[in-house]
């Protein structure tokens, strides 16, 4: 798996699904090309997936926020006779590394969130129509979803048969979601997730797995029904709406660097440290909504927004030994308080609401990605309002105090902005400055009240929004300390150690999903019983059974 | 490891705990003999401590509640003159297995648990003075507390070094307390848990580490005056009431069966089943509070939960193949319903209050004991009000409509306390009966009403009290394949699917000990950067540094 795995496609390029729009409903048929697997060895039968069909359900889901605002709900259905689809490919997981089958759940845990995302702040609906079996990861991926209708026709089924079959867990979110969003009784729970063949019909209405079975010949009609009611809920612009399009990356990939428009990555392979340099924007905003409209995908904040997604994305899945990110920006901060002045002002706006959301998700995989985060605050830089999330979002951040000799640049500053307190909250449901002074509430109220002003190094640590404050003297020193320290530690213990600090206070289904399923997952993985070569992944499909260590841990 | 670890003891007994009772404030020093560790193969050196330290530990916590209504406040200190505590022993985690070193964090997690409902719930406050070192799980035992004091003397320090020294993590709750007890801002804890060495007197205490650094010369005057503080809020009865003992278990221990007063564990190593049957009481509860008292340790519900609560750990322990836990009763319901009554009458006596919190912990054992849960709810059981609640943890229930051929005992049936609905809360804040029926709230509401009734077993299973009511035409083969088809999991996936399915709903601090932070924890001690022949653990103290994988997961 050395190949560089691409996240950016488009409808005219998916293989494995179908993306058809007409007026206020849109279909999103799964018709998995079993001949198209992301790498060798396996075929992606039975509407199974991997990560290559993943990336295209990602990038459909947010075609359809930005390029559709006229979509109320979309029907996620099969293209299949016989199957809705069989999950995770098998042996697509029995053939990664364990890091590889890391990283490819967290995106696809991204990606199910994604879509209740959009139920929940664009109006845009899911209802997912299952005709055929659902399992595993296609069951995972109903869930996901606001509504789950089911053919009653003695065929089709849900079920997670991860334990029985494989020894893992329904990790992309299907133990909660079947606990926390379905409700499920835990005993009947219990008993669905060990039932290999899944349960039909009534009793998966009974058990609260799905919301509707409907008889074959009315399921058109009921799927129709289900649709306009789930519609006549949305507050979508709806028919009069035009999206803007998505336009492909300005990217040139190099060797150990990757250029965008406004953001660059440098990777240091020596140190394993990528350092991830965001550029302001170069001109102030647009005077209306009408503009930013016109802007489209040009516009500053999404156009930063979607490289820097693909930054995260490139770095977690190519760039495996990178330990940590570093975060630089270059550019004025008053031109970036700007940008979010006009956001904040046009929120009301389908396209700002909707670029508001797609920054709090980019915001969320910051927090997701599992290497050190440093956030390096120095002279010219513009970590200001949105910019200055980012370094909320690291581990660390460092401030330099006046300047380095022989740079006359301004000192480096630091800045709140509206959208510092309340747009953007993370995983957790705090914004990342509520999680950050748990302990001292007031410290938040605090920094509010210097919102709009150019803070200095010291007037940031003070305000405890920067951990250190330091001056030209220590600033080279005490930067590679930590640097080197960081290289020193253990990977798993700094990505266990991080998984913690990072998500303070209450816990959502999101944060349980991570936190809770993703954790016990990772350790299912490592165990033998699964992942060994005796394990149920490796056996599967072999007609031999799975050889159990039967201890309890 | 194939000795028996055995968790009864007694003060006179202690070799690391010095406990010392005078009048509101007790101490409760710490003063670790190097000489006896619980296995061969290390000291414990510098007031390290393995299981065997903790077991004395979590004896004093439970005989200071029980014998001790007078004390108010517990003062925990050392007792090595330049060493608080040096946390859990590093070559005893090296050498453990896996399924050792869990079971370990999950008991002393569980400790640490219940010196902080001594504190809520008890009237029982805590205080840590900290002289010395508190590094690793000493510091996560003052964490535990309800106020840190450290000497403020230039040598003193809190640390949480485990990620820099062993390249796991500080999973005995310590990430965890910083962050949502301690509420530390998350960049200085992930300084904190960065820095071997520790901090010390102001820092911590602007850190949010600790409450108070005081200098030497004050240090006792100060503990002193905390703990006057303290006792000042506690609602504990105080200086007139004189506490029970907790005598010696009467206990028969056999190859494949424990047999106690009024439990009797039979195991069946062919199926790696266990049977745990509950006696219910053989009389009817005193007519008095005083009698109740001078019952004490005999009184059945308390003599109930101590057996229980050994038998759990005992299983843990000592059985680590055994798979499935098979729960069930014998007994009169209504006398246990009249103990229930007795105890709900008389919940305002010490006694009482203690008896009603010691089953909401041992309920939480059953919920945290990583073996399938199933009980069998037959003719002649006494799953009633407290019981019945065992039932409720349960990951299944079964239960026989009307009686097997030739039995001709009453019919089994199921009844409902006011201790079903409000005293026994999981680790999630809410009753299991809550937590059952998160998806339908109405359902508790219904169970409610029939409080006090004796339920057939169709009721039961239409009241969605049990998961499955059988006849005896198909109890038998129904039961055998539930239990056949649990011994052909994988141990690992039920292990995580059961720790999934168990804590539907919110998440409190306890929950998120035991779900994101311990199992990221088991996940780092399954991976060879700590575990390994090369790993950190493994190499601590060799002169030669551990070698890290660097990749990142």
């Known amino acids: 798996m050395t190949q560089r795995i691409e996240f950016q496609t488009q409808p005219e390029r998916y293989r494995h699904w179908k993306l058809r729009c007409e007026g206020e409903v849109a279909e999103l048929i799964m018709d998995v090309d079993e001949a198209a697997p992301l790498f060798e060895g396996y075929q992606l039968k039975l509407n199974s997936y991997d990560l290559g069909v993943d990336i295209e359900l990602a990038d459909a889901v947010q075609r359809l926020r930005f390029e559709h605002p006229e979509v109320k709900v979309v029907v996620l259905k099969s293209g299949k006779e016989r199957v809705f689809c069989a999950g995770a490919n098998i042996r697509m997981l029995a053939g990664s590394t364990h890091a590889h089958k890391v990283n490819f759940c967290k995106f696809t845990n991204e990606t199910r969130n994604g879509i209740e995302d959009a139920s929940a702040n664009s109006g845009q609906k899911y209802l997912c129509a299952i005709r055929g079996t659902a399992a595993g990861g296609g069951y995972e991926l109903a869930l996901a979803t606001d509504r789950i209708l089911l053919a009653d026709d003695g065929n089709s089924s ?75 809920t949305s507050d979508r612009p709806g028919g009069d709406a035009r999206g803007v399009a998505l336009t492909p990356l300005e990217r040139k990939i190099e060797a150990d660097a990757v250029t965008y428009s406004c953001v660059k990555v440098e990777i240091d392979r020596a140190t394993r440290r990528a350092t991830v340099t965001i550029q302001g924007p170069g001109e102030p905003p647009p005077a209306t909504a009408q503009t930013m409209w016109e802007q489209g995908a040009q516009f ?36 970036v308080l700007a940008y979010d002045a006009f956001i904040a002002a046009n929120k009301d706006h389908w396209l700002a609401r909707e670029i508001l959301h797609y920054w709090k998700r980019v915001l969320k995989r910051i927090d997701l990605t599992s290497r050190s985060l440093v956030a390096l605050i120095e002279p010219g830089s513009c970590f200001a309002g949105t910019l200055a999330e980012i370094a909320f979002a690291c581990d660390r951040s460092f401030m330099l105090i006046g300047a380095q000799k022989g740079d006359n640049r301004q000192p480096a500053t630091l800045a709140l902005s509206a959208l510092n ?13 509520a999680t950050r002074f748990l302990g001292e509430p007031e410290s938040v109220e605090k920094a509010k009240a210097e919102t709009g002003k150019a803070l200095d190094a010291e007037t940031a640590e003070e305000l405890g929004l920067v951990t250190t404050a330091l001056d030209s003297v220590d600033w ?43 954790a016990w997952q990772n350790w299912i993985f490592q165990r033998p019983n699964a992942a060994g070569a005796e394990g149920a992944l490796k056996r599967y499909g072999t007609g031999v059974k799975a050889s159990f260590n039967p201890e309890r841990v």
């Open 158 to 232: 849900v079920a997670l048969p991860e334990l029985p079959l494989l020894a893992v867990l329904p990790g992309t979110g299907g133990l909660t979601r079947v606990t926390d969003k379905r409700k499920a009784r835990r005993d009947l729970a219990d008993a669905f997730c060990t039932v290999e063949e899944g349960v039909k019909g009534a009793r998966a209405v009974k058990w609260r797995l799905v919301d509707q079975a409907v008889a074959n010949s009315k399921f058109e009609a009921a799927v129709k029904e289900a649709a306009a009611k789930l519609a006549a």
């Open 300 to 335: 500053w904040p999404l156009r930063l927004a979607r490289e820097l997604d693909d930054v995260l994305l490139h770095l977690r899945l190519n760039e495996g030994e990178t330990g940590v990110l570093i975060f630089k920006s270059q550019g004025d901060p008053t031109q």
């Open 421 to 433: 307190f309340g747009p953007y909250p993370m995983s957790n449901g705090l914004t990342r400055l």
């Open 476 to 518: 080279d020193d005490e930067v590679r300390i930590f640097l080197e320290e960081r290289s020193s530690f253990s990977a798993d213990g700094l990505t266990g150690m991080e998984a913690n600090l990072r998500f303070a206070g209450p816990e959502t289904m999101e944060t349980k999903i991570f936190g809770r399923l993703t």
